[in-house]
C-alpha cells in the first residue's frame, strides 16, 4: 500500500498558483510531511515541513487538514523556473525517505 | 546555507572497474544515507549510516556495495565491479538525527556511467 498518493503531474502558467495536494490516509502520530523538488539531473531540494496546521516560508505554503489524512503544497505565482518534479513524503520510514513517482509540475509561459 | 557537496559530479567507468563517490555531508550533521536515481525512475534509498556503521539498508545495497567514513569530513560510496545496471544519479544526503521531523538534506548528485 502506497504511503502517499499525488497527481503525476500538473500544467499552470506564469504568475498562477498552484496547490498540490498529497493524501496519506496512513499517516502515523508522530510523522511529518515534508515536500521535495526535484530539477532534471539535480538532487532532490527540501522545500517546507509541517506536523499540523499551517505552515509558511520563503517559497511555499503547506496546508494540513486537522485530521492530517492530506497536505497541500501551495506554490504562490509560479514561474518558469518553478517546472520540477514535486515530491511529498512523510514520515522517515525509521530514519530513510522513501520517494513516489512524484507530480510533475510543467508551467507554461 | 551550509549543503552537502559530492564529487565527481559526472564519472564514466568500465564494467568491472571500482568506482568510489565522495561526499562531504554538512559538518554538525549525524546521519548519512546515499540514494540513488536511474535515469527517468524514482530516487530509491540505498543505505544509512550512523555512529560508524550502517544503520540501514535496502535490498539494492548488495555485496557489491560499502560505505566508509575514513576521516572527520568525508563519506564515501564504492561500487567493488560495475555491472551496466549500476549507471545512475547517486545522492548524499545527511540529517541532524534521524528522527521524524528531521530534515534530509541532498547532495547534488554524482552522475555514474558504466560502460
Known amino acids: 500500500l502506497a504511503k502517499t498518493t499525488q497527481p503525476i503531474s500538473m500544467d499552470s502558467y506564469e504568475g498562477q498558483e498552484v496547490n498540490i495536494t498529497c493524501s496519506h490516509n496512513?499517516?502515523?502520530?508522530?510523522?511529518?510531511i515534508t515536500w521535495y523538488q526535484q530539477f532534471p539531473s539535480q538532487g532532490p531540494r527540501f522545500i517546507i515541513q509541517?506536523?499540523?496546521t499551517k505552515v509558511t516560508n520563503e517559497v511555499a505554503s503547506l496546508f494540513i487538514p486537522a485530521d492530517r489524512k492530506s497536505s497541500t503544497l501551495s506554490l504562490p505565482r509560479v514561474s518558469l523556473s518553478d517546472t520540477a518534479v514535486y515530491y511529498c513524503?512523510?514520515?522517515?520510514?525509521?530514519?530513510?525517505?522513501?520517494f513516489g513517482q512524484g507530480t510533475e509540475l510543467s508551467v507554461k509561459p | 546555507e551550509p549543503e552537502v557537496t559530492q564529487t565527481p559530479s559526472h564519472q564514466v567507468t568500465q564494467m568491472g572497474q571500482e568506482v568510489i563517490l565522495r561526499c562531504v555531508p554538512i559538518?554538525?550533521?549525524?546521519?548519512f544515507y546515499w540514494y540513488r536515481q536511474i535515469l527517468g525512475q524514482k530516487v530509491e534509498f540505498l543505505v544509512s549510516?550512523?555512529?560508524?556503521?550502517?544503520?540501514?539498508k535496502s535490498e539494492i545495497f548488495d555485496d557489491q556495495f560499502s560505505v566508509e567514513r575514513p576521516d572527520g569530513s568525508n563519506f564515501t560510496l564504492k561500487i567493488r565491479s560495475t555491472k551496466l545496471e549500476d549507471s545512475a544519479m547517486y545522492f548524499c544526503?545527511?540529517?541532524?538525527?534521524?528522527?521524524?521531523?528531521?530534515?534530509?538534506?541532498f547532495g547534488e548528485g554524482s552522475w555514474l556511467t558504466v560502460v
Open positions: 544526503a545527511s540529517s541532524e538525527d534521524r528522527f521524524s521531523g528531521n530534515t534530509i538534506y
Open positions: 496512513n499517516i502515523a502520530t508522530n510523522d511529518y
Open positions: 509541517g506536523y499540523k
Open positions: 513524503l512523510v514520515g522517515d520510514e525509521g530514519g530513510k525517505l522513501i
Open positions: 559538518s554538525n550533521h549525524l546521519y
Open positions: 549510516f550512523y555512529n560508524n556503521e550502517i544503520s540501514e
